[in-house]
């Protein structure tokens, strides 16, 4: 079966397993939370706070991978850039994460307008021609 070709309408991926896993824990914490209400005790108090913290630390996981993704890509580009003959100064850091998709031939122009013109990362990446695919975010 052939790879489907990555553009700007089908780049959004969404990480089914992360979104089942918070499906199941918000469940799980309404069930704790009804059932503390029928019977208040130790025991459903904390189940409720075990329910909460699950689901605080399955959010802030997921908050950690993509920050530490951005700068990753930050460091990618600015190298990238430079080695191009630009300079990455100006960009903000969800500019940078959008100019990823740019190909070696627009990426410079495009970052140059990017910093001049405060460009919105939606509006960089429907302004690419040549999509550069990035498969390995998530």
Do not use: C
């Not at 469940?27 to 108090?45: N, S």
């Not at 189940?47 to 993509?66: D, P």
């Amino acid at each position: 079966m052939a790879a489907v070709q990555q553009t700007y309408k089908n780049h959004v991926r969404v990480d089914r397993a992360y979104l089942a896993l918070q499906v199941l824990n918000l469940t799980d914490l309404i069930a704790a939370i009804w059932w503390m209400h029928r019977r208040f005790d130790l025991g459903h108090l904390v189940i409720v706070g075990l329910a909460i913290a699950a689901l605080s630390a399955t959010m802030a996981l997921r908050h950690y991978a993509i920050v530490n993704q951005n700068r990753i890509i930050r460091l990618e580009e600015n190298v990238r850039l430079h080695w191009m003959g630009a300079d990455g100064a100006g960009l903000t850091i969800q500019q940078m994460v959008a100019l990823r998709f740019a190909g070696d031939a627009e990426v410079v122009a495009l970052a140059r307008r990017a910093a001049a013109e405060s460009l919105l990362p939606k509006q960089i990446k429907e302004s690419i021609t040549v999509w550069r695919p990035d498969l390995e975010r998530v």
